[in-house]
């Protein structure tokens, strides 16, 4: 089979975005104008299907939806027998990327993909059978509520999620603008469960953010991209348009956070920087034959760029990252999520569809990052305070006290520029001064206690100061790291 991107169904996405109208997967339905040549996979898939050999074995799923279509003593419904096999045969592939949608799950993408979606904007996966958070959207209520790549979901308003699949999951997150759900997480590094409550809104699909600085005495353009939808290669082309009529020095390419999207998206973004000399691609099939690709540019830019990743960073935010890495750009953050394979959507003639693993993509240089992720040329964290956990408050947390909650209160403090001389769990004297410091200067009386409402306007507070980015150490160093 030969890959015409034009007219096949491609997408890079993690897994699901959670919103209200449905589950957005980032498929493209494009055909091609011209190049009718030869036939699409999905193409061949549907319309030949019934030339395709059947194994014998396959005898046995006959035998059995006859068997019990007649003699079960619960009533089934033909399209759950099938829709069930059909579950059962993707699930076998033990690949979390590998799923169905059904009639009415199709519809609600469809009508989610217009414009924008209701829910709490964050995309997962399924990792080991737990929903796992891979990354929140920009600005989404998720975000605003501190949920972070690699957070579990476990529990979904009190109900376990434990035996459903990812598209059952998202059916329970879902919701309406304005309605609340509780999430249970777990948190790798974190001892104890904590719940999150987040009220549901609308998503909008914005997905290029630009942004201008002088550094040094040089004008430079920063291009966040959170997603790589139909739109955000044109959103791309135009503001990066913008700041060259400005006059940038340097660029820097922003994808943190960015769970990925679709490939056709990506390959236009990287057009724009990978000269003809060198693919910007490479596909590989199940045969292992490889396909490199090439843009038509004739030299790179001529101001230096870097990048900027952590590990909310996925599959098409990878291709990015990666080309750019070996092209002799600085990448800079945290290692990426690590999602190396390519997904086709195939219709499957009744309104359902199936999204299923065809290719490997692989480096320009023929790496392939699945499971390992692309480690940044320059590593760099953000401060401690970026990582902490919500604090689940029973008792309140006082003098003397010890434990891992009161570790993460004093780093929240210190944060916040409060003065608290240890970050090791102790409730010493100077932490209960920076508790009623906090607690006096936000009106609260000053107790020295951390009860549940000093905790939340902590964590709030918190979270108002990462999102303000005025203290983004690896937006910092990736800045400075153009001109040195």
């Known amino acids: ?10 997408l890079l996405l993690a897994a699901l975005i959670i919103g209200g109208a449905g589950s957005y997967i980032g498929i493209k339905l494009a055909q091609a104008e011209g190049d009718k040549q030869e036939k699409s996979i999905f193409e061949e898939v549907v319309n030949n299907g019934k030339d395709l050999e059947t194994p014998e074995s396959m005898s046995k799923v006959v035998q059995a939806y006859e068997l019990i279509n007649e003699h079960s003593l619960k009533d089934v419904d033909d399209t759950d027998l099938t829709e069930g096999a059909i579950q059962g045969m993707l699930e076998s592939l033990d690949d979390p990327y590998s799923t169905y949608m059904d009639v009415e799950s199709m519809e609600r993408f469809n009508e989610q993909i217009e ?3 209701e829910g709490i904007g964050t995309e997962v996966s399924m990792v080991n059978d737990i929903v796992t958070v891979v990354a929140p ?32 999951a998202v059916e329970k997150i879902r919701g309406e603008k304005g309605s609340e759900v509780v999430l249970e997480i777990e948190r790798p590094g974190v001892s104890d469960s904590f719940e ?12 290029v953010y630009p942004d201008i600085k002088t550094i040094e005495g040089k004008k430079t353009g920063i291009l966040e991209i959170t997603s790589f939808s139909e739109t955000t290669a044109d959103d791309f082309a135009e503001e990066l348009a913008k700041l060259e009529e400005k006059g940038i020095e340097g660029l820097v390419i922003d994808v943190r956070g960015n769970p990925g999207g679709l490939l056709d998206s990506v390959e236009d973004i990287l057009k724009h920087f990978v000269p003809e000399d060198m693919p910007y691609l490479q596909i ?52 990426t999520f690590g999602k190396g394979t390519v997904q086709q959507a195939i219709p499957l003639g009744d309104g359902s569809t199936m999204k299923l693993t065809f290719f490997k993509w692989l480096s320009p240089k023929g790496k392939w ?5 692309v480690t940044p040329t320059i590593e760099k964290e953000q401060p401690e305070y970026f ?3 919500p604090i689940q408050i029973d008792k309140p947390l006082t003098y003397n006290h010890t434990g891992e909650k009161i570790k993460n209160v004093q780093i929240m403090l210190h944060g916040l520029d409060y003065n608290v001389d240890r970050t090791d769990g102790y409730f010493d004297k100077q932490t209960k001064k920076a508790v ?5 200067e936000n009106d609260m009386k000053a107790t020295g206690k951390v009860d549940k409402k000093t905790a939340g306007l902590i964590e709030s507070k918190i979270i108002d100061k990462i999102r303000s980015g005025e203290d983004d150490q690896q937006l910092e160093r990736a800045l400075s790291a153009l001109y040195n």
């Open 1 to 10: 089979m030969i890959l015409k991107k034009k007219y096949i169904i491609l």
């Open 115 to 117: 414009s924008s979606f």
């Open 137 to 168: 959207i920009k600005d989404s209520p998720a975000e605003a509520a501190g949920l972070r790549p690699n957070d579990q979901i476990i529990q979904i308003d009190g109900e376990s999620l434990e035996g459903l699949d990812l598209n059952e």
């Open 196 to 207: 999150v409550s987040i009220v549901r809104d609308e998503i909008p699909l914005e997905t």
């Open 284 to 335: 590989e099939d199940k045969e292992g034959k490889k396909t490199p690709y090439y843009s038509d540019l004739e030299k790179k830019k001529q101001y230096p760029i870097s990048v900027i990743v952590d590990e909310g960073s996925a599959s098409a935010s990878e291709i990015l990252a990666v080309a750019m890495k070996e092209m002799g750009y600085d990448v800079v953050g945290t290692k």
């Open 369 to 373: 990052i699945n499971e390992k992720g």
């Open 387 to 389: 990582y902490t956990n």
């Open 436 to 440: 009623k410091a906090f607690q006096k």
